[in-house]
């Protein structure tokens, strides 16, 4: 198919024919020669003093070459964190556990042999003796004081912030309506298919390490695993290979990733570890995980005019890379994308003896949009009035943009009125609505949910993060023409081979075939921030449009120079460079290429070579907005949830690839609709994880969601050149209030404003079941 | 991921297989299609030292009629007995619940008589054969016997095989053409929170005797005797009626309670899954 | 004790010893090398090792590779290869049915599996006939849409289905 133009166009993957044959190699599929394997014993208690370890059985054991235990690693680096909160208590944090362990899942003990099943069979052997502490689990209970999970803090709280605009007490003082409710952000896991792994490659001849870990910081992992194990950071490489999935979860340095290191340099072996899917659920990072309290205040007309919101969030026992970072994003969205001048947050980061969190698809964002739109639908719910409507009096107007928020931010560009309306026309609301009422009159529960949300990504302005935040790109022709690039995102399914090739053969005229993007690997690209936030396009694709100004520039240059004209005098159009008005009078930028490479006749202050290495800070963070309405029904006998329409019109600015977008925008909307109906982390009172497994924690299947129907705004950014913004967590954070929304709107008929997700059958169930008299004879007539 | 090691043997007879659970006593067990067994060795909790696999075992497999009724091997797979005719046409019961076990991949691995030996108080033919009144056939040192269905199912995890005995076919002596099944599955793990079993013997337009089997409520599938008594004699075209007295079907058992559901919900949904299954299975008779 | 098994997969015979804990998906992985074939979980909860096994969809994790002795298993890569796409692969990667990949190989496997049982499915035919198969990235509307697609053109008369390879576009 011949595309009329690259920008737009549903270009089918380049990634794809390796990953349908099965040929590519994700980390489990690196083999090295000489490969030993690590097994680790893990903390099966919340909270405890460690007081004997026995090794010695294990290293016993066939085939055993090591059983390394925190007194091994003295000289070895914690498990790095980045941010940096004024305040912020950062306990220690070891890479095996040295002394006390705080969460069930805690690594201890490391075991190597030269196979998984002997490494395993040895770890069985490993004794360990603990002295049981107290867990701590209950949130409100943590913040209010002891047990602490770190007694040398003497609290559980680790950081405090609040944020004060416009006047939130005059507000409540003198609105006509009020309403609160406390709503609990569920903890989840993010579970991307393939879990984690490393190999680790000390080479002692060289004395150089290489690693392979299914990453998506490639370049950070780095330097950090340079700096904890004290190898100089330019004789460690890194590789981020085939990575099956990662949602934020492997936006991470883990501590097995220090122990495989340090083991294969003490050694001198390779050392591979590929955590269990069981290990999983209590080795990598969970998401989520507040109690949000929430104070909404308005007129009679519903205008809002002030929003309190106290959050307490779960960071788990250790921080890893951005742990507190997280709820700070929450706390900065939760006006979300309604002008309201007066909103006050509080929030606390609190310890508990459970896995620490860290991000996962949203990333502090689903928390507040959440939050705001399940208060619209309160205050809705308050004044009788349709949530659309309230909505609609509410939504910042597209003439206020860019909007500044009264938490701080600046939202660069928005026109939600539109988007909303084109997804309320697109379900068919007010048809709906009817459809509703009459269903209702037939003893169907009905429920229509909406979510109006604006989410803050494209991370991100380098002074606002704990980390840079910039983006980087290397565009170099080759003498024959063709083009590789080398890309700073290390892309695990968003499509950057495709969409950079894209954007390359559209600004330099190249057929995309030509076009390669390499990525994930330290020693061929250049220093890259990695893929997380929903920044890969818009901030290292601004990177890359960048470099590809500089090529142009430059050939252009040459091609002038070498046609004797003047610069100005030339067009670059359709991969060639031509003088205007007289096209027979042209190089192809093919042509270019090789007189760039054989520098023959280059201009004199032009050196030889058609390369660009160019990096973009973004000004600002990037706003993509939408509305999405879902419309579920509810079983009366089982309290079964069925989604029976799900409409998403979402504005991500300019887009390369539809095709790509929407498959982002799909697989957000199953991650968003599924913390609302299916998936929640259960610790019980002794910090036991009582759910970690795919057997019990339901990621859903193919029949569990429905189909979704998309539309699409485009409000191009100012942010970078090419109006995009970012896209792959958009639809998650759209998704969950929308659904649950629907939820309580098709309980109404039974008085209930609010229910806490997963809106499983049961809870949903009870909900109905456990109201007052009246209710029930309706409900068990029907 | 990785199970203890084991010695693994392959029987070619029955006789052999009595003969190596002998002579190897707790240290074994039988592998049928693995898929209950296999999954616990896999999280280290189940360390046999011996596998002795039936996989050689001739006449343990297949679908046929006989004077003793549908006889179905005990290796028969899910999927073969959710795609046979007969057993469609003999007892649908059956066939839907071997359909709405697991998954497409488990089905076509797991075995009919490895899931009733396995006896998992959350699974979907044993409350199906129970309903069916089936027969075990099972091969022990003394030679061979029968067990009603009603005596087979001990408790959690516990059946009347001995520590020597082989399953070796279980038998539908009898046919239930208005028999149905319905569920309420989990939805990670696809197993029956609760799960409904209904058999009808149905003259003359009336219900001349129900079988309802429940799974999922207590620690064994057991039959709601209570409401089986009271559906004899409605007519099957009643939905209302049949409907209504769908109630207390777990009266008198221990409900369970776990992460995802409680008791109180389970005793609440037995009465919804008897009923549907009741219809669906009157619906048969009509 | 090592057993000595005898396996044909993707056509090719095998003879050696195994461990007899060795899980089919390892020795298709380790022992011979076909890495395609993937582990995602330990519950047989995912679908990424789903291999066929005498042409029937089985997970390759839950079954001991002594299980398969005597038997013929067949891998995503003997699915088809670059040269020799099969309409199912096609038709992924013509609607994006896949992103990160690592479900792929299983999902194909299993998509293969239904259009041969059942070559007109209804979308709840396939939802249901996937539900062994479990993925994070794509929401599973375009792998639907794949499913959809390999069936209509492999329903198609045969002279338009000598178009395999990469897509056109």
Redesign the interface.
Known sequence: ?A?TSMMGA????R????????????V??V?LVGTTYAAFVRSPFAHAKITRIDVSAAKASPGVLAAFTADDMRNVGDVPTAPQIEGLKVPKHPPLARGRVAYAGEPVVAVIAETP?AARDAADLVEVEYEELPAVVDLERAVAGAPYVHDEFGTNIAFTMEINGGDTESAFKNAAVTVSERLLNQRLAP?????RGMVAHWEPGPQHLTLWSSTQIPHLLRTQMAVALGIPEHRVRSIAP????G?GSKLDVYAEEIVAAFASRALDRPVKY?E???ESFMATVHGRDQIDLVEIAADRDGRISGLKVKILANLGAYHQLLTPAIPTLTALMVPGAYDIKNVAVTLHGLFTTEVPTDAYRGAGRPEATYLIERAIDLLAAKLGMDPAEVRRRNLIKKEQFPYASAVGLTYDTGDYHAAFEKALQLAGYDALRKEQEHGRSEGRLLGIGLSSYVEVCGMGPSSALPAPGWGSATVRMEPTGRVTVMTGASP????EETTFAQMVSDRLGVPIDDVVVLHGDSAIVQYGIGTFGSRSTAVDGAALYRALDTVREKAMKIAAHQMEANVGDLEFKNGKIAVKGNPEKAMSIGEVAFAAFRGLNLPPDVEPGLEATRRFEPPNFVYPFGTHVCVVEIERATGAVKVLKYVAVDDCGNIINP??V???I??????GLSQALYEEIVYDENGQLTNG???QYA?P???Q?P??ELDRTVTPTDVNPMGIKGVGEAGTIGATPAVVNAVVDALAPFGIVNMDMPCKPERVWRVMSGHDGETNEKAAKS | ????????LTADSVEQAIGLLKQHGDEAKL?AG??SL??MM??RLARPNV?I?L?NVAGMRGIKTTARGLEIGALTTH?AVAQSTEVSAYAPLLAEAAAAV?????R??GTLGGSAAHADAAADEPAALLALEAQFEIAGASGVRTVAARDFFVDMFTTALGPNDVLTAVILPRAFPASAYAKLPHP???YPVVGAACALAVSGGSIEGARIAITGVGSVPFRATHVEGLLAGIPVHDRKKMESLCAEAARGVEARSDAYAGAEYRVAMADVMAARAVLAAAERAR | ?K?SISVTVNGAKWTGDV???T?LVYFL?DTL????????????????C?VL?DG????S????A??ADGESVT???G????EH?HPV?TA???E?G????????GM?V?AC??LQRNPDPS??E???????????????????KAVQHAAAAMRAPKMERERVG????
């Not at chain 1, 695990?492 to 499509?495: D, K, N, P, V, W």
């Not at chain 2, 697991?102 to 488990?106: F, H, L, R």
């Not at chain 3, 090398?33 to 990424?48: E, Y």
């Not at chain 3, 896949?98 to 792929?104: A, K, R, V």
Request: include cysteine; hydrophobic fraction near 35%.
């Open positions: 198919m595309f549903r270009v089918t993957r990634e794809d024919p390796r990953l349908i044959t099965g040929r590519s190699t994700y489990d599929d083999k099943a579970v991307s298919i393939e879990p085939e990575v099956g999935g949602f590929v269990t899917r069981s695990h399914g968003q499509g095709m790509i929407e498959g982002q799909h697989g957000g909307i199953a991650q497994s795919l057997l990621v299947h193919a029949g969601l189909m979704y | 991921m990785i199970p203890a090691s084991f010695d693994y592998l693995g898929h296999l999954p896999k999280l596998l696999d996989r999927a697991g998954d497409v991949q488990v076509h691995c990670a793990s696809h | 004790m057993r461990e007899p804990r899980l992985r090398g076909l890495t395609g074939t993937h582990v995602g979980c330990d519950t047989s909860s995912c679908g990424a789903t096994l029937q969809s089985v997970k994790c839950t079954l001991l002594v299980q891998t995503i890569e699915i088809g290869d670059a796409l692969q992924f990667w013509e994006h896949l992103q990160c990949g690592y479900c792929t190989p194909i299993s599996d239904l979308e709840a396939i939802r249901e006939a996937l539900s062994g198969n479990l993925c994070r990235c794509t929401g599973y509307q375009n792998i639907v990469a897509p056109a576009d």
